[in-house]
């Protein structure tokens, strides 16, 4: 478990699958298209979109996800 700072200053807490894909996905990139992950990428992404983790962005054809966190914390 890890506690990821998001915008405001809250924390949450992320169990270790969701902070390997947050590691994977997100240690050389702002942001990824989910045309690219896998569905069970897909459910943990939407998993901490709604868990306020990640900030999801909708384009008229494509869905990309970034970071959702608080830079003076990070």
């Known amino acids: 478990m890890r506690a990821f700072p998001t915008k405001g ?3 949450h807490w992320i169990n270790s699958r969701e902070n390997s894909f947050i590691e994977k996905h997100f240690a050389e990139s702002q942001m990824i298209d989910k ?4 569905e069970r990428e897909q459910y943990i992404a939407q998993t901490l979109v ?3 983790v990640l900030d999801k962005t909708i ?3 494509t869905t ?3 970071l959702n966190i608080n ?3 990070r």
């Open 50 to 52: 709604s868990r306020g």
């Open 71 to 73: 830079n003076m914390t």
């Open 64 to 66: 990309f996800y970034k």
């Open 9 to 11: 200053g809250l924390y």
């Open 35 to 38: 045309s690219k992950l896998n």
């Open 59 to 61: 384009n008229t054809d």
